[in-house]
């Protein structure tokens, strides 16, 4: 599958692993988002999309998992 955009988020509130995972689950539970990868260490997603998927909703998917996509990242 080849994908049109990637776009790269800051995180805040992830700790362990554990974290991660459930930020890029969220993420991959997006409608147009066909992968997400989390680093722990730089606390940033990327995901990569193959359909129209704004920054606001990325944002929400990562809230309601429990954590923060800071404001302007």
Do not use: F, I
């Amino acid at each position: 599958m080849t994908t049109d955009q990637t776009k790269t988020l800051s995180v805040d509130g992830m700790s362990c692993e554990h974290c991660a995972e459930r930020v890029a689950d969220a993420l991959e539970g997006v409608d147009g988002v066909a992968e997400a990868t989390v680093d722990l260490d730089s606390a940033e997603a990327t995901v990569s999309l193959d359909g129209n998927v704004s920054h606001d909703r990325l944002g929400e998917a990562v809230d309601e998992a429990g954590y923060e996509v800071p404001a302007g990242s």
